[in-house]
C-alpha cells in the first residue's frame, strides 16, 4: 500500500538529517583525531581560569644520572632556524610611535659578516673564528650606532644555532643571536636598552629570556622585574599547550621565576608543578624570602603526589636549616609517621648531602663530571628537565643540621629512617671534622 504524499516527504526528510547528522558525527571524531596527531593542548578551561592537566608521563619518573653535557633523548637544534614568536601587543597610537634610527651602511656590512658563515663546508676554521670575532668587536665598538643593525636582525627572527656548526665552540657564543644580545649590554645605554625590552617582549627561547632578565636587571634593576615574570609566565604557558618545541629546555625560565619571583610566583609554580615536577620544585626552594616553603609543605603533606611528595620533602630538608618552618614540618611529619619509607634517604641527603640546583653547573655545560668533586648532572625525559646537585662542602652550617638529623631520629620510631639518618649523621660529622 503506498504511503501518503505526506508520509512520504516525511521520511524523505528523515532520511535527510539522519544523513546530516552521520556527516557531522564522521566531521567531528575526523578534526578530533586531527589535534591529538597535531598534538593536542594539556590544559582544560574552566570558566575564566585555566588548569593545567598533569602529565601521566612524570607521575613516577625519576632523574637519571648523566656524565658531562651528555643528556639522553634531547634532540639537537639545527643550525639555522627561525624561532616562533608570541601574539604580538597591540601597537601604540601613531603619534606615540618614535621614528625609527636607519642601520648606517657600516654596520650592516658588519652584521652581514657575522651571517655570512659558510656552514656546508668543513668546519669553521680557528683563523674564521678569530676573524668573525674581530667583526662582532668591530660592531660592539660601534656603540649606539650599531644598535639600529642589531635591532633589525633580532626582528627578523632569524638565528645560527653555533652548537649545531662544526667548530662553532670556536666562536665563543652560543649562538648569534645571544652574541647580539650581549653587545646590546656591552653597548648600553636608552637605545640598546629599548631594543632588549622589545626583544624581551617577543622573544620565545628560553635561554634569551634568562640572558635579557640579567643584563635587564644589571642596567636597570628591578625597573623591568614585571616584564621579565611576565615574559616567563607567557612562555611557560606556550610550553604546556604545545605551543613551543616539545625539545627545548625550560630551565632559564624556572630560573628566571626563582631569581625574580615574589610571592605570586608561588601559586604559578604550584599550578605548573604537575608538568615540571623538578624545575617547579626547585624553583619553590630557591624562591627568595621562603615563599615557597608553604607550597612545598602543602606537597610534602599530600599523599596522592607519589614521587613530586618525596622531592618537596628533600627540598624542606635542603632548606631546614634556613627556614624555621621547613625543619618544623619534616619534623611534625615524622612525628605522625606521615613519611613513605622511599622518601627518608632523600631528606638524609638534603639534610647531610647533595644540595640539589636548577640550571648550569658551576663549571659549564662541556665539562666532565669529574671536574668538580662530587658534581652529578641529572636528566630527565619528560619536559626534558635537567639539573645538578653538589655535595656539602665541610662547614656547611654543620652543627644546625647535625641538631636537625637529631631532633629527627628522636621524632621517628621507623627503622627505615633511624638507619638513613644516623649514616647521614656520620657522613656529616666525618665532613665537619675535616
Not at 201 to 209: A, K, L
Not at 289 to 300: D, F, K, N, S, T
Not at 352 to 357: N, S
Given at each position: ?6 508520509s ?14 552521520a ?10 583525531n ?95 673564528a ?10 660592539t ?98 610550553a ?17 621565576l ?10 604559578l609554580?604550584e ?95 662541556s ?65 665537619s671534622?675535616?
Amino acid at each position: 500500500m503506498k504511503g501518503s504524499p505526506h508520509s512520504r516527504r516525511f521520511l524523505i526528510v528523515l532520511g535527510l538529517s539522519m544523513l546530516v547528522l552521520a556527516a557531522a558525527l564522521a566531521w567531528k571524531a575526523t578534526r578530533g583525531n586531527a589535534t591529538l596527531v597535531a598534538g593536542s593542548p594539556t590544559e582544560a578551561q574552566v570558566g575564566e581560569s585555566t588548569v593545567l592537566a598533569k602529565s601521566p608521563v612524570d607521575a613516577g619518573a625519576e632523574p637519571q644520572e648523566v656524565g658531562g653535557s651528555e643528556k639522553p633523548g634531547v634532540p639537537k637544534m639545527p643550525a639555522i632556524l627561525r624561532v616562533a614568536q608570541p601574539p604580538t601587543p597591540p601597537a601604540p597610537p601613531a603619534e606615540a610611535v618614535e621614528p625609527r634610527t636607519v642601520a648606517t651602511p657600516y654596520t650592516v656590512q658588519l652584521l652581514s659578516g657575522l651571517t655570512n658563515l659558510d656552514l656546508t663546508q668543513n668546519p669553521i676554521t680557528p683563523e674564521q673564528a678569530e676573524q668573525w670575532k674581530n667583526t662582532l668587536q668591530s660592531l660592539t665598538s660601534q656603540g649606539a650606532a650599531a644598535v639600529p643593525a642589531i635591532r633589525d636582525l633580532l626582528e627578523r627572527n632569524w638565528e645560527i644555532n653555533f652548537a649545531g656548526v662544526a667548530g662553532g665552540e670556536l666562536l665563543g657564543q652560543n649562538s648569534l643571536r645571544s652574541a647580539l644580545l650581549n653587545a646590546l649590554g656591552q653597548i648600553g645605554g636608552p637605545e640598546a636598552l629599548s631594543v632588549m625590552v622589545q626583544t624581551l617582549r617577543t622573544t620565545t627561547v628560553p635561554s634569551e629570556v634568562s640572558q635579557l632578565a640579567q643584563a635587564l636587571e644589571q642596567a636597570a634593576p628591578g625597573q623591568y622585574r614585571q616584564d621579565i615574570l611576565n615574559t616567563a609566565n607567557q612562555l611557560l604557558n606556550m610550553a604546556g599547550n604545545g605551543q613551543l618545541p616539545a625539545g627545548w629546555d625550560m630551565a632559564g625560565l624556572f630560573k628566571v621565576l626563582q631569581l625574580y619571583g615574589d610571592g605570586s610566583t608561588a601559586p604559578l609554580l604550584e599550578q605548573l608543578q604537575p608538568q615540571w615536577k623538578y624545575y617547579t620544585t626547585l624553583s619553590l626552594a630557591g624562591l627568595p624570602g621562603g615563599e615557597g616553603v608553604p607550597a612545598l609543605i602543602r606537597l610534602a603533606e599530600d599523599p596522592a603526589a607519589g614521587g613530586s611528595r618525596d622531592f618537596a620533602l628533600q627540598m624542606l630538608a635542603q632548606l631546614a636549616v634556613q627556614s624555621a618552618d621547613a625543619g618544623e614540618a619534616l619534623i611534625q611529619a615524622a612525628r605522625l609517621n606521615q613519611i613513605p619509607d622511599r622518601a627518608w634517604a632523600k631528606i638524609a641527603a638534603g639534610l647531610a648531602g647533595e644540595q640539589y640546583q636548577i640550571g648550569t653547573p658551576p663549571d659549564g655545560p662541556s665539562s666532565s663530571s669529574q671536574t668538580t668533586p662530587g658534581l652529578k648532572r641529572f636528566h630527565i625525559e619528560n619536559r626534558n628537565q635537567n639539573f645538578y646537585s653538589l655535595p656539602l662542602t665541610a662547614g656547611a652550617e654543620a652543627s644546625q643540621r647535625l641538631a636537625l638529623l637529631d631532633q629527627l631520629i628522636a621524632s621517628t620510631g621507623n627503622p627505615v629512617a633511624v638507619t638513613a639518618l644516623q649514616n647521614a649523621r656520620l657522613g656529616l660529622a666525618g665532613l665537619s671534622a675535616k
